[in-house]
Nanobody, 120 residues
Framework: QLQAFGGGLVQAGGSLRLSCAAS????????VGWLRQAPGKEREFVAA????????KYSDSVKGRFTISRDNAKNTVILQMNSLKPEDTAVYYC???????????????WGQGTLVTVSS
């Protein structure tokens, strides 16, 4: 089970830090990442990081503003979101899959998301 934390309401230009914890399972040897789903839209890829942290991918819409990191010892994943825009408003889900490509294709498992609302 994956649980995302840290969502909330923020003004445009602000920052939020999302975290994800796994219970009952670990992220061992898995790529982990974040997806988001805005109202009325399909779930989309945001960011992903491989097991070693040596490979990271971002969607074009968040590149340069969001930073993903992981702490394998603590079994957690962090998404630091800066310069937030109203179009970043969505429910954010953390996910894990064997590879970054699988994360990007939404082929992993995920749990309860956290709502991020960015006001203009």
């Amino acid at each position: 089970q994956l649980q995302a934390f840290g969502g909330g309401l923020v003004q445009a230009g602000g920052s939020l830090r999302l975290s994800c914890a796994a219970s009952g399972r670990t992220f061992s040897n898995s790529a982990v990442g974040w997806l988001r789903q805005a109202p009325g839209k399909e779930r989309e890829f945001v960011a992903a990081i491989n097991w070693t942290g040596g490979l990271i991918k971002y969607s074009d819409s968040v590149k340069g503003r969001f930073t993903i990191s992981r702490d394998n010892a603590k079994n957690t994943v962090i998404l630091q979101m800066n310069s937030l825009k109203p179009e970043d408003t969505a429910v954010y889900y953390c996910t894990a899959a064997p590879t970054i490509a699988a994360v990007q294709r939404n082929l992993g498992y995920w749990g309860q998301g956290t709502l991020v609302t960015v006001s203009s």
